[in-house]
Nanobody, 118 residues
Framework: VQLQASGGGLVQGGGSLRLSCVAS????????MRWYRQAPGKAREMVAS???????YYEDAAKGRFTISRDNAKNTVYLQMNSLKAEDTGVYYC?????????????WGQGTQVTVSS
């Protein structure tokens, strides 16, 4: 499975961006999908996740500002980011997993850069 993320860019503080991530390849049924981010000099951290049924989960930094959603028919996950802050700057990665037989396989996208100017 390949994950292709897009939608990053340069935005002013307070602005919005919508990230997309499309899964392709040998897909049986994508289980949970997630967005992570990695700021310069920091460890990668999860931002939000969503179950196959559409139940979202947000880390504290994303609550109230970000919305994760998915379109199972398109094998796509989205991250709507509003009220962006300089500290949201980083590379955003999508992540997904699916059961392949008895093994839970995990996949990562290549990342998309988000830069928020203050």
């Amino acid at each position: 499975v390949q994950l292709q993320a897009s939608g990053g860019g340069l935005v002013q503080g307070g602005g919005s961006l919508r990230l997309s991530c499309v899964a392709s390849g040998t897909i049986f049924r994508i289980n949970r999908m997630r967005w992570y981010r990695q700021a310069p000099g920091k460890a990668r951290e999860m931002v939000a996740s969503i179950t196959m049924g559409g139940d979202p989960y947000y880390e504290d930094a994303a609550k109230g500002r970000f919305t994760i959603s998915r379109d199972n028919a398109k094998n796509t996950v989205y991250l709507q980011m509003n009220s962006l802050k300089a500290e949201d700057t980083g590379v955003y990665y999508c992540n997904a997993d699916q059961w392949v037989g008895s093994r839970l396989a995990e996949y990562w996208g290549q990342g998309t850069q988000v830069t928020v100017s203050s």
